[in-house]
């Protein structure tokens, strides 16, 4: 090709054309992680409700345990964890409770929602529940951080 023009444009199509293809594998690939997910759920369920309970609940775990090593294993990552400081970023502060004993101030007590990252990027953040210094939490002497950007004294 001696045309710059046209040589630009082919070689854009041919990048392009590659990068469709690698966003179609994933895809498919996410696709049969998933698919095998739906297969254990299939299992457990032609199998009808387990008269011990317990067994039942352990079967949904290890579904549960084989979507996260498959999300793990494409790059997905769980964010938010109990005990860490709640960060904006990362946390969505749903409810505040006075610090236990040992706790610090915006430390992380539960998580209600999980939240996760990809590649670097926050998809959701995780909904918690946060410690904070103070009497009473529905009262005006919680003094809240800067979680949801309000504070109260």
């Not at 594998?25 to 759920?41: G, I, P, Q, Y």
């Not at 609940?57 to 790059?75: C, D, K, M, N, T």
């Amino acid at each position: 090709m001696s045309d710059p023009t046209a040589r630009l444009a082919y070689e854009h199509a041919r990048a392009l054309a590659a990068r469709d293809a690698a966003h179609q594998a994933l895809t498919e690939r996410l696709l049969l992680r998933f698919a095998d997910v739906l297969d254990s759920f299939d299992r457990l369920l032609a199998e009808g409700a387990a008269s011990d309970v317990e067994t039942y609940r352990r079967s949904l775990a290890l579904i549960a345990g084989q979507l996260e090593a498959a999300l793990a294993e494409e790059g997905m990552e769980e964010v938010g964890r109990v005990g860490e400081r709640a960060e904006p970023a990362t946390h969505h502060v749903t409810e505040v409770r006075p610090a236990p004993p040992g706790a610090g101030d915006d430390e992380v007590l539960g998580i209600v929602q999980r939240g996760y990252r990809y590649r670097g990027h926050v998809l959701r953040a995780a909904r918690v529940v946060v410690a904070v210094d103070g009497d009473t939490v529905n009262g005006d002497t919680v003094k809240r951080g800067t979680q949801q950007g309000t504070e109260r004294e």
